[in-house]
């Protein structure tokens, strides 16, 4: 990974207006009027994905976190899974003259403004978790593609190399579809005799996955051998329709994330996998990341925190 040490014209005069110390700055912006400009509190403007998401929820709540440790203020504020309204919120956060935002994506193209806007203005912008087309200062996440490798060969040695997969995908067009999508694929190309018998988004929702999975049984019933969520809440939802059709014990599932509920019925022996993203590194990395990128230090452009397969072998590791 490479080390970030030019992040633009914008973060170089923050930075030096920080006086360059630990995570306090040593003055705010001539003329403003935000109330922590005495003590040089650093403040930093949030904009999440979706807060009804639990995945999000972990991330939101290790960021507050961190930022409590670090005495970093954060204003966050729920995406709604509107990249028009993120695009709103960057520009808010820029009125209200915060040190840095921190980004999670709706979509990989349609929130690239809020990129552009935060930079263009001289503001350092962190992405989490998901990212835009447009580069961001820096980014803190997963290789999602790993996600779905990892799941799909799970899948396909479940299997023995042959059988029927559905695929849920998450909402289209974000980055974590669009690489879990390219990941999944990669292991079919690999295994010919597994086929892919149809793939449809639930937009990352489990009341969607229930009723997706419902039309999958009636539409195919006893040919889906395995399915692949590509997060924990639509896995659930599958789950839960699987269970009321009566024909769970046929069915391989996984998805993704390690949220609580996913981790509780890998143990219990409903849910078969899951695949572990760990919501609170990249949290807490994306908050110390903005801090360092506000106090002057080199960081690193680009932070990748793995992917872990959780079964039943192994959930008691990742229980809280």
Not at 8 to 35: Q, T
Not at 64 to 82: F, P, T, W
Not at 246 to 261: L, M
């Amino acid at each position: 990974m490479s080390i970030l040490r030019n992040v633009g014209v914008g973060v170089a005069i923050i930075a030096l207006a920080s006086g360059m110390g630990g995570c306090g700055k040593g003055g705010s912006a001539p003329g403003s009027d935000r109330s922590d400009a005495a003590n040089g509190e650093i403040v930093v403007g949030v904009s999440l994905l979706n807060l009804s998401n639990e995945f999000i929820v972990l991330l939101e709540e290790a960021m507050r976190e961190e930022a409590e440790q670090l005495g970093v203020r954060l204003i966050v504020n729920d995406g709604n899974r509107s990249a028009e309204r993120q695009v709103q919120q960057i520009e808010n956060f820029l009125l209200q003259e915060v040190d840095a935002i921190i980004l999670n994506p709706c979509e990989h193209e349609a929130s690239s403004p809020a990129v552009d806007k935060a930079l263009a203005a001289g503001v350092p912008i962190v992405n989490v978790n998901s990212r835009t087309r447009s580069t961001p200062t820096a980014f803190v996440g997963s290789r999602d593609e790993e996600s779905a490798e990892i799941a799909m060969t799970y899948l396909a040695e479940r299997l023995g190399g042959a059988g029927n997969v559905v695929m849920m995908q998450g909402f289209m067009g974000q980055t974590a579809q669009i690489d879990r999508e390219r990941g999944a694929q990669e292991v079919l190309a690999r295994h010919p005799q597994l086929k892919l018998l149809a793939v449809q988004t639930a937009e990352w929702d489990r009341a969607k996955a229930v009723t997706l999975m419902e039309n999958w049984i009636q539409s195919y019933g006893d040919q889906i051998d395995a399915v692949f969520a590509q997060n924990d809440e639509m896995g659930m939802g599958a789950l839960l329709a699987l269970e009321q059709a009566g024909i769970k014990d046929q069915v391989v599932v996984t998805s993704v994330d390690a949220i609580a509920d996913a981790l509780e019925a890998v143990q219990a022996g409903r849910l078969d996998a899951t695949v572990f993203q760990d919501a609170r590194k990249q949290g807490s990395t994306a908050v110390q990341t903005a801090c360092d990128i506000v106090s002057g230090k080199p960081v690193e452009a680009e932070v990748y925190i793995p992917f872990q397969l959780v079964t039943r072998d192994n959930v008691e590791e990742y229980l809280r």
